[in-house]
């Protein structure tokens, strides 16, 4: 998680955040490479505890986010793979019956 227990001192010490400690101040909607780190595969935008990014950087990169999905630089969803499920006829062990007589 976030947290790690120093055994030391005995107290909690938080881990910072990825984009606090490179020290980035906007994040740029353009910049789609950096923005997928942050999207499923599904196309949602995947939660703070996942990417572990602070509550000030997660709100930035959401908007990123949704600002290059509305200038259509990134798909709101991925593409999904359609399963056909194979056709049922309950009326097939009739028919066969009915040839074999």
């Known amino acids: 998680m976030a947290r790690?227990?120093?055994k030391k001192v005995g107290f909690l010490k938080r881990r910072?955040?990825?984009n606090c400690e490179q020290k980035i101040d906007y994040v740029d909607y353009k910049d789609v490479e950096f923005l997928s780190k942050y999207v499923s595969g599904v196309?949602?935008?995947k939660p703070r505890s996942t990417t572990g990014a602070c509550a000030k950087d997660q709100r930035k990169i959401?908007?990123?986010i949704k600002r290059a999905r509305f200038m259509a630089l990134m798909p709101f969803?991925?593409?999904r793979i359609r399963v056909v499920k194979p056709t049922?006829?309950?009326n097939t062990n009739k028919e066969?019956?009915?040839e074999t007589k």
């Open 96 to 98: 066969q019956q009915t």
């Open 62 to 64: 959401a908007n990123a």
């Open 16 to 18: 910072r955040c990825d």
């Open 77 to 79: 969803t991925k593409e």
């Open 4 to 6: 790690k227990i120093n």
């Open 88 to 90: 049922t006829t309950t």
């Open 43 to 45: 196309g949602a935008i």
